[in-house]
């Protein structure tokens, strides 16, 4: 990295650091979450220019994938037993979520049918990106769009979680993996995660990371969870990504983006939870669970933020990936009279 690349890198770590001091003094949940992506977004609002490098957030969605194996225990796969339902549920709810949201963008926002359609996928951020860039849509619009939803949802959800009363206790705390398992795990998770990448796989790197976790504490070869001083700074790290999506934007530039980014996460939002609501009501699987498995939130962040509310990882990281690579089918579909070589 450039000095400047550096500068912006320290300068936003540190506005993400006060929001995760703000959020936990607070006492707000996932304070490491929803604090930096709160103070990142304001601070981009407010004209500063902040980013991650990509390799650092890289680095990121591997520590989160090596945490969800970590989890990976015999127990689980006794629980999986009741999510074949769960999982049938997750086409049915990405055509309500899609198609409610593009009616709502294009009755009420005059938005064309290709930027309506984008900007209303939920999740997928980089894939959508590219096909919007294959298509006569409005590009700044399905990214503001977008970026609202995943930021909206990251500060949401655990909100709703606790209001509700619905946060599982947390277990009792695990043994920390040995720093030489952890370096291990890491570098076979990088290189296994890059080779997902290359075969186009969806969220390969957090793939890659709880593939090489979850294999070894599957098999007895490594044991323990991986060591707070790891897992708050990554989750700040990714609050951090989340929120400066908006670094330098201006709000009155995008603003009906903006608003209309608001209202479609109220839609998606009211819908994916009475969905949630009746998987968790036939599965039996908890709430907690099933609210974040449903949101259509990043994947990366739905994850860590699934470890760090205790809401069963393994459960809430296999519905979003399959949500993805329904995404990564049904979106060429839906779009394929749109998409036109500029």
């Known amino acids: 990295m450039s000095l400047s690349e550096i500068r912006i890198f320290v300068l936003t770590v540190l506005i993400a650091a006060a929001g995760a001091v703000v959020a936990r003094l607070l006492a707000l949940p996932a304070p490491y979450l929803i604090g930096p992506a709160t103070a990142v977004t304001i601070a981009g609002f407010a004209g500063l220019t ?23 225990t015999p127990e689980v796969f006794v629980a999986a037993r009741t999510w074949p339902l769960s999982f049938l549920m997750v086409p049915v709810a990405v055509v309500i979520l899609l198609y409610s949201a593009t009616w709502t963008l294009q009755r009420f926002f005059g938005y064309d049918r290709a930027t309506a359609l984008l900007a209303a996928s939920p999740g997928h951020l980089s894939f959508v990106l590219s096909l919007a860039s294959d298509t006569r849509s409005d590009l700044l619009a399905v990214g503001v769009i977008q970026s609202v939803r995943v930021l909206a949802l990251t500060i949401t959800v655990p909100l709703i979680v606790e209001v509700l009363g619905l946060v599982s206790v ?26 997902l990448i290359r075969l186009k796989v969806p969220a390969a790197l957090l793939l890659g990371g709880m593939i090489a976790s979850g294999s070894t504490h599957l098999t007895g070869i490594v044991s323990g969870d991986l060591p707070s001083w790891i897992m708050t700074p990554t989750y700040v790290l990714l609050g951090a990504v989340i929120g400066s999506r908006f670094s330098g934007a201006s709000y009155r530039a995008m ?34 669970a099933a609210l974040i498995a449903f949101a259509p939130g990043g994947l990366e962040t739905m994850a860590a933020m699934a470890v760090m509310l205790h809401a069963q990882p393994t459960y809430v990281g296999a519905h979003h990936v399959l949500r993805l690579v329904i995404l990564s089918v049904l979106m060429p579909f839906v779009l394929r009279r749109d998409i036109t070589r500029r």
């Not at 902040?50 to 990976?72: E, K, Y």
């Not at 705390?173 to 795990?185: I, T, Y």
């Open 50 to 72: 902040l980013r991650i490098p990509q390799h650092v957030r890289n680095a990121t969605f591997i520590v989160v994938g090596l945490s969800m194996g970590a989890g990976l």
């Open 255 to 288: 603003r009906t983006a903006f608003i209309a980014g608001g209202v479609v996460t109220v839609v998606v939002v009211v819908l994916a939870a009475a969905i949630a609501v009746l998987v968790s009501y036939l599965t039996a699987v908890p709430l907690d």
């Open 170 to 195: 947390a277990p009792p705390p695990a043994a920390v993996m040995h720093p030489l398992a952890l370096a291990g795990s890491f570098a076979a998770a990088a290189a296994l995660g890059y080779l």
